[in-house]
Nanobody, 127 residues
Framework: QVQLVESGGGLVQAGGSLRLSCAAS????????WAWFRQAPGKEREFVAT????????SYSDSVKERFTISRDNDKKTVYLQMNSLEPEDTAVYYC????????????????????WGQGTQVTVSS
């Protein structure tokens, strides 16, 4: 049974930090590239960050570049999103997503690219 379970969301003041985790089970973690997306109230879901299968390459949206870091731990089958210098505009439900790929170096930033999704975790940044 495929499961992606996010955790680590919460309420934080502007300028603070949070680390989101996404624990995977039910499939071969290392066969997948991973990403984080987010959806703010009244807005469409948007791409945040992605990491390739090897973990050696990442890509970010312009809005989070230099503030957020995506990483993966293949032994723990977990993907992380370290979020620093948080802003009220970062308030959203954050989703992790996994894409099966044979390309170790591929980056994928479109929702339709992804095969599995987590249930989401709420991040609220107060001003």
């Amino acid at each position: 049974q495929v499961q992606l379970v996010e955790s680590g969301g919460g309420l934080v003041q502007a300028g603070g930090s949070l680390r989101l985790s996404c624990a995977a089970s039910g499939f071969t973690f290392t066969y997948y590239a991973w990403a984080w997306f987010r959806q703010a109230p009244g807005k469409e879901r948007e791409f945040v960050a992605t990491i390739n299968r090897s973990g050696r390459s990442t890509s970010y949206s312009d809005s989070v570049k230099e503030r957020f870091t995506i990483s993966r731990d293949n032994d723990k089958k977990t993907v992380y999103l370290q979020m620093n210098s948080l802003e009220p505009e970062d308030t959203a439900v954050y989703y992790c997503a996994a894409k099966r790929t044979i390309l170790t170096a591929g980056h994928y930033s479109l929702e339709d690219d992804y095969d599995y999704w987590g249930q989401g975790t709420q991040v609220t940044v107060s001003s």
